[in-house]
């Protein structure tokens, strides 16, 4: 457990491999948010699981899986995480298809 009470995984957990080619690339994408969490526990990273999909009513069998990764990877990703955040604190969630609509 670390100062903020979070769970951190065991070290082995954190080990990234080396990432090539698209995994370089930052993409930005644009979606309903259908489900987040963070993935956490003694085998999680930490990063935040997030499934996309084109429209509020695509089957959640459509998904994109995007993940933002531990700041403690670099701030670019605190920040995505900040402004994922930011978008779903105003946004509108239908509890029955677990879907978010970012407002704005």
Request: proline share 6%; aromatic share 6%; charged share 25%.
């Amino acid at each position: 457990m670390d100062a903020t009470g979070a769970v951190r995984p065991a070290v082995r957990a954190h080990d990234c491999t080396p990432r090539a080619d698209r995994e370089l690339t930052v993409y930005a994408v644009t979606g309903w948010a259908r489900s987040w969490h963070i993935e956490n526990g003694p085998k999680g990273d930490l990063d935040w699981h997030i499934e996309l999909t084109q429209s509020a009513k695509t089957t959640s069998s459509k998904c994109v899986v995007v993940e933002i990764p531990d700041p403690q990877y670099g701030t670019i990703f605190a920040k995505a995480r900040q402004d994922f955040l930011d978008l779903i604190v105003n946004s509108t969630i239908n509890q029955k298809s677990r879907s978010s609509r970012p407002s704005g």
